[in-house]
């Protein structure tokens, strides 16, 4: 399980409800066997964080938001946790006219920096996980897609330390491919942590369960995880439908896992279809004469590529198989192959 700091303290404990609170959280943990590999600081529910929390114009804001992520990450760290998810709900604007976006992307900066040495200085076992949304609940969020986070993220100074954290619904209402910026995130060395839900694109931050919605980019995602080894969570990040009683609220929560399992296993048939693989075969047949010149620049694969000769009518007339491709996957998804 994890949490944010409020979901565990309440934001006005004292520092004796404190201990009592963790004292028994950690019996609980021991008796059910839970861990907490990840956690993370609510800066966005107490209206001191109305303007922003480490971007806010204020500096006794910022201050505050700094000292409440330092106490957070010390309780995150005493339950175990070794991801901790930044998440800027109010790091953003209604009213441009309030700051300068680059400054704000500096005083961004300057908040995680002074919290990687703060980690780095307690000797602390932890990487952060940045974690990008478009809107909501700002009119328009700094660093609004996990593109932007990992174009930031080489701009710190512990960049090692520093991942993302990528959320379906986030990348879905901006309408953007999912799969593609896991994919990224991947190929970059830094998906540390992936938030699981599902949304209907265009619309408001819906947290949905897992697979609820979009079955086919729910499955090209878990296959594109299981291909390549991710070996973190496959954390849920979603909520029941408001129509739920308790027993409801287990459902979706049985149901996010169940569908991720399915889709794995559906994975798993999509590399054993002796179809669909042929057909993979012939898309990606290559005898290798033009890579090894295209692989890496030197002047003699320069010159050898402006003297090869290209039958351009041939390379547009080509079939590509797709439709077939995408068929076969479907069929394989609804169950009749
Ligand atoms: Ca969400
Ligand atoms: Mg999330």
């Not at 700002?138 to 710190?156: E, K, Q, S």
């Not at 027993?247 to 996010?256: I, N």
């Amino acid at each position: 399980m994890n949490f944010h700091d409020n979901d565990v303290i309440p934001i006005d404990a004292t520092p004796n409800d404190r201990d009592k609170i963790v004292r028994e959280f950690k019996t609980a943990l021991k008796e059910t066997g839970l861990t907490v590999p990840m956690a993370t600081t609510n800066l966005f529910s107490d209206p001191a964080f109305k303007d922003g929390a480490f971007t806010s114009n204020n500096p006794r804001v910022r201050a505050y938001a700094l000292q409440k992520t330092m106490n957070a990450i010390d309780l995150g760290v005493e339950f175990g946790a070794s991801i901790y998810v930044f998440w800027g709900g109010r790091e953003g604007t209604e009213v441009d006219a309030s700051q300068n976006g680059a400054d704000s992307l500096k005083r961004f900066r300057e908040a995680i920096n002074f919290l990687t040495e703060y980690v780095l200085d307690n000797g602390y076992d932890l990487k952060f996980a940045l974690e990008a949304k478009p809107n909501e609940p700002r009119g328009d969020l700094f660093l609004p897609t996990t593109g932007a986070m990992l174009a930031f993220i080489a701009t710190l100074d512990h960049s090692e330390m520093i991942g993302v954290n990528p959320e379906l619904a986030h990348e879905h209402m901006a309408g953007l491919n999912f799969t593609h910026a896991v994919a990224q995130a991947w190929e970059a060395g830094k998906l540390f942590h992936i938030d699981l839900n599902d949304q209907a694109f265009g619309r408001y931050d819906q947290d949905l369960r897992f697979g609820s919605y979009n079955l086919k980019s729910a499955f090209f995602l878990v296959k594109f995880l299981e291909e390549v080894g991710y070996e973190g969570s496959r954390h849920f990040d979603a909520h029941a439908y408001r129509t739920e009683d308790y027993e409801g609220v287990k459902d979706f929560a049985r149901g996010c896992m169940r569908t991720y399992l399915i889709l794995k296993e559906k994975a798993e048939q999509f590399h054993q279809d002796k179809e669909i693989q042929a057909l993979l075969a012939e898309i990606h047949a290559d005898d290798g004469k033009l890579t090894s010149i295209t692989g890496k620049y030197s002047p003699q694969n320069a010159a050898s590529l402006k003297r090869q000769s290209f039958d351009r009518a041939a390379l547009g007339a080509r079939s590509v198989p797709y439709e077939r491709l995408d068929q076969l996957t479907v069929d394989l998804l609804l169950g009749v192959r």
